[in-house]
């Protein structure tokens, strides 16, 4: 993920409260989104805070989906592999992605 870090490379402390429960809450609707789509997501509150989602019906086909800050403040869902999912509050568009990779082929 592109997490701030300082010039040592090191991660910078942690996000704010306010912006912390606004991840969680974000992270609560994506989970619930993804129960309506038929795959099981978990949430795990944690300084980066992240759904761990399956396929119910194939549990190898599984993702963290991590809500984090980008470089530039913005906060985003990304994928494990760093990549932007969608802004926070794009939960939406994010289950539908999510839902896509995780489709049972």
Do not use: F
């Amino acid at each position: 993920m592109n997490l701030p870090v300082n010039a040592a490379g090191q991660c910078e402390a942690g996000p704010d409260e306010a912006a912390m429960r606004q991840a969680i809450r974000s992270l609560e609707a994506l989970c619930d989104d993804l129960a309506r789509r038929g795959l099981a997501a978990r949430l795990v509150a944690a300084r980066w805070p992240r759904l761990t989602v399956s396929s119910r019906s194939t549990a190898r086909l599984s993702e963290t989906i991590y809500a984090a800050p980008g470089r530039d403040g913005q906060w985003w869902l990304w994928w494990s592999w760093a990549e932007r999912i969608a802004t926070i509050d794009g939960v939406a568009e994010a289950a539908a992605k999510i839902a896509h990779v995780l489709a049972v082929p």
